[in-house]
């Protein structure tokens, strides 16, 4: 089980979720290994970091990001480590009136878990190479 908190915003409008995901590993044979990460829980995050944070129950919220996930794929080769992600991302419809500003910081939360992801491997990766 992994929890992931995630931000993101535009125009003054930002949401804070908290992604709560299972992640399964298959090892193929030894140059090869991949991983599914499923979310099981999403909920935003209001007043995050503040003594009154709240989590909003599940489907009550503001719907950026509903169900999350992503797969990727490890490959070892002669020059190093090759690694693939692809993600999937569902929200919920927006407001007619209010889409314009709310689907691209819906579509943005799924890139935004991924790249966050990739940095902390790489940083892991960099720092067992190094011996730490």
């Known amino acids: 089980m992994v929890l992931m908190r995630v931000k993101?915003?535009?125009?003054?409008?930002?949401?804070?979720?908290?992604?709560?995901?299972?992640?399964?590993?298959?090892?193929?044979?030894?140059?090869?290994?991949?991983?599914?990460?499923?979310?099981?829980?999403?909920r935003e995050v209001r007043r995050a970091g503040t003594s009154d944070e709240a989590l909003l129950p599940p489907g009550r919220d503001s719907g950026y990001l509903w169900r999350a996930d992503v797969f990727t794929a490890f490959a070892q080769t002669p020059d190093g480590l090759y690694v693939e992600t692809e993600s999937l991302g569902l929200s919920r419809p927006c407001p007619p009136m209010l889409g314009w500003l709310i689907s691209p910081i819906a579509r943005r939360f799924g890139r935004k878990s991924v790249v966050v992801s990739l940095e902390q491997f790489e940083a892991a990766a960099v720092a067992a190479a190094r011996g730490q």
């Open 8 to 42: 993101d915003g535009d125009a003054g409008i930002s949401a804070i979720l908290d992604v709560r995901s299972t992640v399964r590993y298959v090892f193929p044979d030894s140059g090869h290994a991949f991983t599914v990460s499923n979310s099981e829980e999403i």
